[in-house]
């Protein structure tokens, strides 16, 4: 199996969350001290925030693991009983599901039994794992992965946004002076546009939106199959 840690989908929907966690405190190490600006520096600190992104990953899939998964909306769609997708096009979908693998012969005769809401969840995987050349489909999936990502990180981003402040409170001394340096203000600005992001831009609201708008891109992946 080949596995590349740059391709678009981690770069997209994983690296790019690492890097908006970690800016905040970067900018605020890079920008007072001038050691940290050194080639050799820059390259051993970014080795390490590449090996520590492994871990956030794996905390990410820890936290996750019991909550609600989003990527589960898709087979909710296929529910007899759900109103997302009209009754008409659903039919369309329930035919073609049948036709492509025998197994779905259950969707020949719908209904709200467990067997058959089992049914809609192995349809969703069966198609995750039959689209991956849709490029809608997975440009989806590389946008709704990157906010899932995100959201799972957020109190671990407010982390570092906090620990930022404290570095530039500290290394400000006295706090007087604090707002006679513009490096001050602009990094404190910094800190406090991070702290509002992480507040009010990421939020699960958000994420079912994108987590519906990627079922919906799913599911319309049957018409071409």
């Not at 007072?32 to 925030?49: C, D, G, H, K, N």
Request: net charge positive; hydrophobic share 50%.
């Amino acid at each position: 199996m080949n596995i590349n840690i740059f391709d678009a989908y981690n770069i997209r929907a994983r690296l790019s969350v690492y890097i908006i966690i970690i800016s905040p405190l970067l900018l605020t190490v890079y920008t007072l001290y001038s050691p940290v600006r050194s080639f050799s520096f820059s390259a051993i600190f970014i080795a390490i925030m590449v090996a520590f992104s492994n871990y956030l990953f794996a905390l990410q899939r820890y936290i996750q693991k019991g909550k609600l998964n989003h990527s589960y909306i898709a087979a909710q769609f296929l529910h007899l009983d759900d109103t997302h997708i009209d009754s008409c096009t659903k039919k369309r979908y329930y035919q073609k599901l049948v036709q492509l693998d025998n197994s779905f012969y259950i969707f020949s005769n719908p209904s709200n039994s467990n067997e058959f809401e089992s049914a809609c969840s192995s349809a969703i995987r069966w198609l995750r794992n039959n689209t991956r050349s849709n490029k809608l489909v997975q440009e989806e999936n590389m946008l709704y992965g990157f906010y899932k990502n995100l959201l799972s990180l957020k109190f671990i981003g407010i982390i570092f946004t906090i620990i930022s402040i404290l570095i530039l409170l500290l290394t400000s001394r006295p706090i007087e002076n604090f707002f006679q340096s513009s490096i001050n203000i602009g990094l404190a600005f910094v800190d406090i546009f991070f702290i509002l992001f992480w507040l009010f831009g990421v939020t699960d609201k958000i994420c079912i939106i994108l987590s519906e708008k990627y079922a919906y891109a799913l599911l319309g992946a049957l018409d071409s199959l």
